[in-house]
């Protein structure tokens, strides 16, 4: 009797101890069945509970900053961008993860420094994106090694209706890869935290990017006026294409159209300081600073980041994993071997709030500096960042 007592009292205090961790997530289909089945192991393994709620993308943001100071709101965000971990931290909503990441060793560090704010890691990584250049295996059989290589290529496949290389040439987020191959950025960075008042737009590596891309349309001739990301990618499934600039996003499409493809990094442009590094967008899991199960919590997130659960994740939906290890699991795999690369040769999208005071002078100024034959670049980046830094004031 006495022993049975103390068996249905070790019972009841396991199933006191037991935690339910609410989440948000606005992940649907195939993923949303690979979150659930996640939480099920996960009550399987710890004896916690999993609650899923879905919210919509774009509605995450503003009901979690409003919900969680009153309680109301989820213990993980499972995912969210980098880009929102500054407005988050600001509100103070979200924790700092550091302690309960023991290990970073399997983590691409692009996308660490991504989730990091102000010298804390505010986030674990679970995907990554960034453009690269897919290339027709019929047109292009080998990737070209460096810049020459990359020319010569796009100019023979040029002409008679055909394309050597197309992208949409006005497009900022795009380009960034070539202005920090230069030495142009956006903020400066100082041992993991930005320097908002340090803008380097308009340096003398930015002017030098301005004018490589405006040789990509007037000096080269690949890249007609008027060429758009949706009228590269029509061109590409039309097999009119060579070379493409692009995201993991219009994969699925490209698989459709059965072509043989490749992905390969832009090349080092002529004359630049570095490598070509584009941005790199990443998303992970968040834990609320009001959630009154932290431990619980992040011991779900951490298995959300495990190598197993991120290759069972890309066979669900697609993303590209920020596990090294899932990365070699999936080294068959063109999309991740591919813009996996581009991923870690990136550079983080800041992800700091005066961010948002970037976006529509930078965009403006590339779009100006390739709508006629060299424009005067200088000008038209120090005005951008005069607006930049106006703005942020």
């Known amino acids: ?8 009292s070790l019972a009841l205090l396991g199933n006191a101890s037991a935690a339910t ?12 069945a690979w979150l659930k089945d996640q939480a099920q192991a996960f009550e399987k393994k710890t004896g916690n509970r999993v609650q899923l709620v879905n919210v919509p993308f774009e509605q995450i943001p503003d009901k979690f900053i409003q919900s969680a100071p009153k309680g109301q709101g989820p213990d993980l965000l499972v995912t969210q961008p980098q880009d929102r971990i500054g407005q988050y931290a600001a509100a103070g909503v979200i924790e700092p993860m550091d302690k309960y990441v023991v290990s970073r060793s399997d983590f691409d560090k692009t996308a660490l420094g991504a989730m990091t704010y102000k010298g804390k890691l505010f986030g674990l990584p679970m995907f990554a994106e960034a453009v690269g250049v897919i290339y027709n295996k019929k047109l292009v059989p080998n990737a ?3 810049w020459p290589e990359f020319l010569k290529v796009a100019q023979a496949n040029t002409g008679n209706g055909k394309f050597g290389y197309l992208e949409d040439l006005s497009e900022a987020y795009q380009n960034y890869g070539v202005i920090s191959a230069y030495g142009g950025y956006v903020f400066k960075n100082n041992g993991g935290t930005l320097n908002v008042k340090d803008v380097g737009l308009n340096n003398a ?31 590409f499934l039309d ?17 459709k159209a059965g072509l043989s493809y490749g992905i390969m990094p832009f090349p080092t442009p002529p004359g630049a300081s570095g490598k070509w590094s584009p941005f790199v967008g990443v998303q992970g899991t968040m834990l609320s600073a009001y959630s009154k199960n932290k431990a619980a919590a992040a011991q779900f997130a951490k298995q959300l ?17 920020v ?4 990365r070699t699991k999936l080294k068959s795999d063109p999309v991740v071997a591919g813009f996996g690369k581009t991923i870690s040769m990136g550079t983080p999208m800041p992800n700091v709030p005066e961010m948002s005071a970037v976006w529509g002078p930078w965009t403006n100024a590339i779009a100006q500096s390739v709508q006629k034959p060299n424009p005067d670049y200088k000008q038209i980046l120090d005005k951008a960042v005069q607006e930049i830094n106006s703005n942020i004031k």
């Open 144 to 146: 070209p090694a460096n």
């Open 1 to 8: 009797m006495k022993k049975a007592l103390t068996i249905l």
């Open 239 to 255: 097999g009119r294409l060579a070379m493409f600039l692009t995201g993991p996003w219009n994969m699925g499409d490209i698989k």
């Open 323 to 326: 596990s090294l290890a899932a």
């Open 205 to 235: 590596g930015a002017v030098k990017a301005s004018g490589f891309l405006n040789d990509l349309r007037y000096k080269y001739n690949l890249v007609p006026e008027g060429v758009t990301s949706d009228a590269a990618k029509s061109a």
């Open 21 to 32: 961790i609410t989440v948000w997530t606005h992940f649907g289909g195939p993923e949303q």
């Open 305 to 321: 980041s495990t190598s197993d659960a991120q290759v069972s994740f890309n066979k669900a939906g697609g993303r590209i994993p």
